[in-house]
């Protein structure tokens, strides 16, 4: 017998999924309400019975192993030195890493900003800045400033190897809980995400979790090892790549639109054209972003400020309701589910706004230069177009009955003919909201992760005419 | 070891004369830090700041150079790059014109040091040399 328990803390439900991994198949899923102001494990238990329920017996379980986004998942400030280079690199390792990026910082910093650092409890600070060999002056003066205002939260320096033997006297001087990585940008527009990112993991493992109480439940539980963002891009990467004989389905994007933020993770080369000039900063082969402002419940007030004001009353008019009364009802009421189908509609149209404007920030455009050489394609950013498949994941999407027109969204260039958004692809959906536990499966079994993820993640509903048309 | 930013400015794609650059300096013992085609002065000064370069060596061949350097020295001096050294050359104004002019545009525009067609790079690298030492 080979059960395992895979669990997600996230910011509102504690969603349980139960496997067997010899027969890759899924016993049961289950979920709850998160209580990690109380005792975290008040909502597992609860969650926990009602898993039993469902099947019918109390079972045993081999392992159990958690990702976590609660109390607020992990809240990182990047900093750097330019903000298109090294200031780059550092969001996009702390994105890839799982986190929440709420700072950003470029050059020298001043103490308004590390104020910000204190104010928005964050937990984990990437410094970054120079290229090997490069500016180490920004990085030291940096680092001597956290200190002198006795910034104790931990640090991953990850900028210019020549400022390493500076940093850590720095560290050192001050007392400060520092960790140094490789340079995320060891030569211009070159990323190098691995060695800051399993760094950030493990301090999230070692001491971020005890900090937020959810430490508490690792009695109950064998651990907790991931964010959990970082636990679906694992999901979407062996999903992609496939493992060993078993193929996987090729270059993917995982749309994920949650209460607070809309997350869009593309596995795929940033080009496979040889006819264009890249331009900027190298893109990951596996990228998550993450927009904070879009989201169907904390954050849907973003979604109406990033409309203007004609916009608004076209809403208004053409669809007879009152969009930002709604959008504030939403904000006010996060557990807010939809009565009647006017709700219905809204959060569909909420939805479908998330998922084409976190396309909009996340995809790769290309521009026609014009040369005496003639015609010449210059791209900045990932190119999405033969992507194969587009797979929607998150509560609004799974439960929408129009959940087609929420996924066109990423493909629709109406306003953007230069973006390079999904050309043509098949439309998948996690009906059964396992990706962050397959993530965490990823870790032990692959094999079974992927087998059951092929099962499970499928064909959408909807009438075919919907989705022929 | 000195460091040198290089790559050709504007919607300009000549690839050839750059690799030649950047193979010529790196042998000369510099760090050579080469931004390719079809760069902005943003690139440049972007790249000069995260690699604490001592020089930029900007590269355009196809006649529109003294538009696509206009306001360099000034963005340079915004970012903190003061003393930078600003090198340019190639086929840097449209037709044929009396290059001591044209010198003397690029000279008010903030460049150090300006090159006529047909220079080779290793007469630049005498200047090279005496500007940023052996």
Known sequence: MANYLLIDFGSTFTKLCA???????????????????????????????????????????????ACSSAAGGLKMAAIGLVKELTVEAAKRVCLGAGAKVDLVFSHHLNKNEVQQIID????????????????????IYNANLLGELGINIPIVFAGNKSAQDDIQDIFNKYNMNGHICENVMPSINVLNINDAREKIREIFLKQIIAAKGIKKIEQQINKVILPTPSAVLEAAKLLSEGYLEEDGLGEIVVVDIGGATTDMYSI????????VIVQGLEEPFAKRTVEGDLGM???????????????IKFINKDKGIDIVNEVNRRYSNVKLLPENSQDEFIDQFLAEMCAYRAMHRHVGRIQEVLTPMGKVYNQVGKDLSDVNYVIG?????????????ILRQTTNILHNPQELRPNDPNFLIDHDYI???????????????????????????GNQDEITK | MKTIVIGVIGADVHAVGNKIIEYTLTKSGYNVVNIGVLSSQEDFINAAIETNADMIMVSSLYGHGEIDCRGMRDKCIESGLDKILLYVGGNIVVGKQDFTEVKNRFIEMGFNRIYPPGISIDEALKDIKTDLGE
């Open chain 1, 19 to 65: 496997v067997n991994t010899e027969e890759y198949s899924i016993i049961g899923t289950s979920s709850d309400f998160t209580t990690v102001e109380t005792d975290i494990n008040e909502g597992y238990q609860k969650a926990l019975e009602k898993l039993f329920d469902k099947i019918g017996k109390q079972i045993n379980f081999e392992q159990v192993i």
């Open chain 1, 120 to 139: 928005k409890k964050i937990d984990i600070i990437l410094l970054a800045g120079g290229s090997d060999g490069g500016n180490s002056e920004s990085v």
């Open chain 1, 297 to 311: 419940r904390y954050s849907a007030p973003g979604i109406v400020k990033s409309l203007s004001e004609r916009e």
């Open chain 1, 393 to 405: 994941t998150g509560g609004v999407i799974i439960k929408s009955n129009h959940q087609y027109e």
């Open chain 1, 268 to 275: 795929c080369e940033s080009t496979k054209r040889s006819d």
């Open chain 1, 435 to 461: 990706m962050a536990a397959m993530g965490l499966l990823s870790k032990i079994e692959p094999m079974a992760a992927l087998k059951i993820m092929k099962k499970h993640i499928c064909q959408i509903r």
